[in-house]
């Protein structure tokens, strides 16, 4: 996949950010430490699905604390719905704990903390410091890698050669919200199956051969 050239990226970027000036992620959470658990819980679930489930979690559970108080089994019982819960519910558990013993409770504003967290991995940790922190990292989802690949944005061939390439070519401006408009645009229009190139802001950008028509 050829690269896509430095100024066709900026106009790239700058036509996301006019469609949605204002990107967020679209978990629901009031506190660095309802989105962690969050992040933790989307792995291999969809926004919606963990949203369901946390929605009754999130106005009980607002720290660690409160989530060790709660108790496993009572996580468990919110969050069956979700896949892989057990496991999922156990890490939660042992995280909480973990913040509680080293770090007051608080989230880390640190990825080599939060990845020494169970459960954590460097995409988990790259959402939490660009979304709860301000950080200008870009966490590579399956969305992310399709997006970058396709387009020539930043074709790599593992998700880190990805995050490297993006992080290494966005331009300024744009590096904040960079991570919420590429998986936004790969969710809902360069989507895996059909992209659905026709009605797509950055078709005449984009490098992808194989672009869908109408009909
Ligand atoms: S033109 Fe098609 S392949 Fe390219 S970014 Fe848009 S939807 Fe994706």
């Known amino acids: 996949m050829p690269l896509m050239k ?18 967020k992620t679209e978990l629901e959470y009031a506190t660095p430490y309802q989105l962690l658990v969050a992040v933790v819980l989307s792995a ?84 939490v410091l660009n979304v709860a922190f301000g950080e200008k990292t870009i966490a590579v989802d399956t969305h992310i890698f399709r997006v970058a690949n396709r387009t020539g944005l930043a ?19 744009y590096v904040q919200h960079a991570h919420h408009w590429l998986i936004l645009h790969g969710r809902y229009v360069c989507k895996a199956r059909k992209p659905d190139c026709p009605s797509c802001v950055v078709r005449d950008l984009c490098r992808y051969k194989a672009k869908t028509t109408v009909g």
């Open 6 to 23: 430095p100024a066709a990226i900026h106009a790239f970027y700058a036509r996301l950010r006019d469609a949605l000036p204002e990107p």
């Open 44 to 127: 291999q679930a969809t926004d919606v699905g963990v949203n369901r489930a946390t929605r009754s979690l999130v106005e009980k559970v607002k720290t660690p604390q409160q989530m060790i108080a709660l108790g496993d089994a009572k996580l468990k019982d919110h969050v069956k719905s979700i896949g892989l819960f057990r496991n999922k519910a156990k890490n939660v558990m042992a995280l909480s704990r973990l913040l509680i013993e080293h770090h007051g409770g608080e989230v880390p504003h640190d990825r080599a903390a939060l990845e020494a967290l169970p459960g954590v991995g460097r995409k988990t940790a790259s959402v």
């Open 155 to 173: 074709p790599g061939k593992t998700p880190l050669a990805v995050e490297l390439g993006l992080e290494k070519r966005v331009p300024e401006p």
